[in-house]
């Protein structure tokens, strides 16, 4: 049985370092643990919220019910043809894994690289960076129904995945619990620098095409990271605040009148994805200050609490944000992270 606080700061717990508490709190370590704890939050029904690296979440007042931090550990793999299946368990860090896999010699997760947060939590919002999303190596993943304390197998097809998207955020949003989940990585390296940003990172370390490995992909998308994002061990932060908006073709045009310089990515059903930074810094909020939180100066897609910073204070600027862009684009900003406590 995992030990169970009441009243447990999730300060540490999440990357904003937001102060938020937790009525009860447990950490789990594998499933026996998981289901324990289950049984413990069922038995005098309450919520459960499961907890990862807490890299993505925004945490706007206290949590009732019973946090679980989701520790389960463990990482096994078998060949399939010339595919090795890697399982990783939900608590192991996306990072680590991506460089342990990389030493293994098997490849696929280079891109992403440097990406915070836990495996189990990456298939949520289905992470994605420099031209590769979580879904184009995903195989599986198994979760545990919260209410019925069934096991529950999820191939590619049912975790439904669109940009930072999944039925973990629609349809089966806060169902199950995720304990692990398989991808399938090759040996034989796959070289995608398709990104700009990326490119022009490694052109710069090589004379000939055939000197570009993964292993100087990952360390190119790790400095290019370094440069943009800050470290939420010095900055807290959690990552890309909005996604980037879908813009149809005939608004795109329109919008390019009158904004000819206005970044914009064409979709392939048409649409076009347009830089949230951008929008943000159009409308001068790039490096904007709000009392204890504020406006990555780097990277104007990215909230930090400069120190002290409360989740209210933060979904206030998210507002501010959006209405400044409503008012001058016509654009929705949507925010990425999970929201809680603010209804
Ligand atoms: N840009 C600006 N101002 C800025 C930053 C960027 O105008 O301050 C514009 C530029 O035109 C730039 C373009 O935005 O060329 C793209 O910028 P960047 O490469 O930094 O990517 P992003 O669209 O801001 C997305 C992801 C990131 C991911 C990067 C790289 C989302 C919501 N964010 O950011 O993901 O690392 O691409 O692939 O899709 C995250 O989700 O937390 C995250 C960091």
Not at 24 to 33: G, I, L, S, Y
């Amino acid at each position: 049985m995992p030990v169970i606080q009441q009243n447990v700061s999730l300060q540490s717990f999440n990357s904003l370092a937001l102060p938020a508490e937790a009525e009860f709190f447990c950490t789990v370590r594998d499933r026996a643990e998981l289901r324990a704890a289950l049984q413990f939050a069922h038995s005098r029904q309450l919520v459960v919220t499961p907890i990862g690296g807490g890299s993505n979440i925004v945490l706007a007042a206290n949590l009732s019910g019973l946090v679980v931090h989701m520790d389960l550990r463990g990482v096994s793999h078998r060949a399939v043809g010339r595919v090795i299946e890697v399982t990783f368990a939900a608590g192991e860090n996306w990072h680590q894994q991506v460089q342990s896999c990389l030493e293994q010699g098997w490849y696929g997760m280079e891109n992403l690289a440097l990406i915070p947060g836990s495996m189990g939590a990456a298939p949520i919002q289905n992470i994605g960076a420099y031209g590769v999303e979580l879904s184009d190596l995903f195989v599986s993943l198994n979760a545990i129904d919260k209410l019925s304390g069934e096991a529950v197998e999820f191939d590619r097809a049912a975790c439904q995945f669109g940009y930072r998207d999944s039925v973990f955020k629609n349809a089966a949003r806060d169902r199950y619990l995720i304990v692990d989940i398989t991808l399938g990585l090759t040996t034989q390296p796959q070289i995608n620098i398709q990104y700009p940003a990326l490119q022009a990172a490694v052109n710069q370390h090589v004379r000939s095409a055939a000197e570009i490995g993964p292993e100087l992909v990952s360390a190119m998308v790790c400095q290019i990271r370094r440069q943009k994002l800050p470290d939420p061990e010095l900055i807290p932060n959690a990552g890309s605040f909005f996604k980037n908006p879908l813009v149809t073709r005939a608004q795109t045009d329109a919008l390019l009148q009158r904004y000819p310089q206005m970044p914009h990515y064409a979709q392939a059903d048409g649409d076009s994805k347009i830089p949230a930074a951008w929008l943000i810094e159009q409308c001068g909020f790039r490096g904007a200050v709000r009392g204890a939180v504020g406006v990555h100066d780097r990277q104007a897609l990215v909230l930090v609490n400069l120190g002290g910073g409360n989740g209210a204070e933060l979904l206030e600027l998210a507002a501010e944000l959006c209405d400044a862009v409503k008012q001058r684009f016509a654009i929705e900003l949507e925010i990425e992270p999970r929201v809680y406590g603010a209804d």
